[in-house]
């Protein structure tokens, strides 16, 4: 069974523009989880869709969106980008029931210059 | 809101001996996940631990929930080099829809 990928897995970005990152999940997996990892912030949760809807939001600011497709698949987009936002990106597929345990992609490293 | 808290953050051991970290948590969830984290890599999923009381073994690490006390453990024994990784907890809140709520991680070296 094929795991979670993640496209691209490198990105540099200069400030102010925007970036796409895509995810998809396992075979079956409805739900899927973003979060940024720094070493000063830890793992932050981003947001969270199932069967392409947002189901949970984490604490970050309007810049960051994302999408869900009918097959699963999702995007996040980040816009107006800012150093701070340099950052390995890790998004997650689950079933998204009772038994949630998430999956991880080996993530997208975005470097803002 | 939600916490979750590991300790410690840091952890230096050497081989063979055995060592205990914990995670704390603040809300009612019955469901606890452990995850190890290679440097510069993506997360692996080690135990899934479903109910008060569950235990779950892989080699040399066991992981333990008591719901009662929000708290569970990872237990190594005899450490070997090869277990030197961070170590992050895990809770979902169903009052979230299922959100996922990460400890800080703990970062093991395991000194030969």
């Known amino acids: 069974k094929a795991g979670v990928t993640q496209t691209p897995r490198y990105l540099i970005k200069t400030r102010g523009q925007q970036v796409t990152l895509s995810c998809s999940p396992i075979s079956g997996h409805r739900s899927v989880s973003w979060y940024q990892q720094t070493p000063g912030q830890g793992l932050q949760f981003l947001f969270e869709y199932f069967s392409e809807t947002q189901r949970n939001k984490g604490n970050f600011p309007g810049r960051f969106s994302g999408r869900q497709f009918s097959n699963s698949r999702s995007e996040m987009n980040v816009s107006t980008l800012e150093l701070g936002d340099s950052a390995l990106y890790l998004c997650a597929s689950s079933l998204g029931g009772y038994y949630n345990e998430q999956f991880f992609g080996p993530g997208t490293r975005l470097t803002v210059l | 809101e939600l916490k979750v808290e590991q300790n410690p953050l840091f952890l230096s051991m050497q081989e063979e001996k055995n060592y205990t970290i914990y995670c704390n948590y603040s809300?009612?969830?019955?469901?606890l996940y452990w995850y190890r984290q290679d440097p510069g890599k993506s997360l692996e999923s080690l135990f899934v631990?479903?109910?008060?009381?569950a235990v779950k073994q892989e080699g040399r690490l066991m992981a333990s929930l008591d719901t009662k006390a929000r708290l569970s453990t990872l237990h190594i024994t005899a450490a070997v080099h090869d277990l030197s990784a961070t170590y992050f907890c895990?809770?979902?809140?169903?009052?979230?829809?299922?959100?996922?709520?990460f400890g800080t991680g703990t970062s093991l070296t395991v000194i030969p």
């Open positions: 809300t009612t969830s019955d469901r």
């Open positions: 631990l479903l109910s008060n009381g």
């Open positions: 895990a809770v979902d809140d169903r009052d979230t829809g299922n959100q996922f709520y």
